[in-house]
């Protein structure tokens, strides 16, 4: 059996949370758009959904706003493995800045 890698595990992890907190399923690949939006933040490449730099949390995760057909999302971004570790809500980010 493969071993998971960390990237894969937080993308499993990150789904579900989406789905559990914002009641939306998405898929693999709007996954990995919503990713690509983030890391072309700044590049002047194409993004498919509108990203915004909220606060960096260490040296590998920053906290992102992600506009997903009119719905604000908020994502901790883990640059090292290049992949989105959890959504918040709103109501979640004094406890993450706090934690």
Not at 60 to 88: M, P, Q, V, W
Request: glycine letters at 4%.
């Amino acid at each position: 059996m493969r071993k998971m890698h960390k990237k894969d595990s937080e993308c499993i992890h990150a789904l579900k949370r989406l789905k559990e907190r914002f009641n939306i399923e998405i898929t693999k690949e709007e996954y990995k758009s919503i990713v690509n939006s983030i890391k072309n933040l700044g590049t002047g490449k194409k993004r498919i959904y509108e990203v915004k730099f909220l606060e960096k949390q260490s040296n590998a995760r920053s906290l992102y706003k992600i506009y997903y057909n009119d719905i604000e999302l908020y994502a901790i971004y883990n640059k090292i493995n290049g992949s989105i570790c959890t959504f918040l809500r709103k109501e979640f980010l004094n406890e993450f800045a706090e934690g």
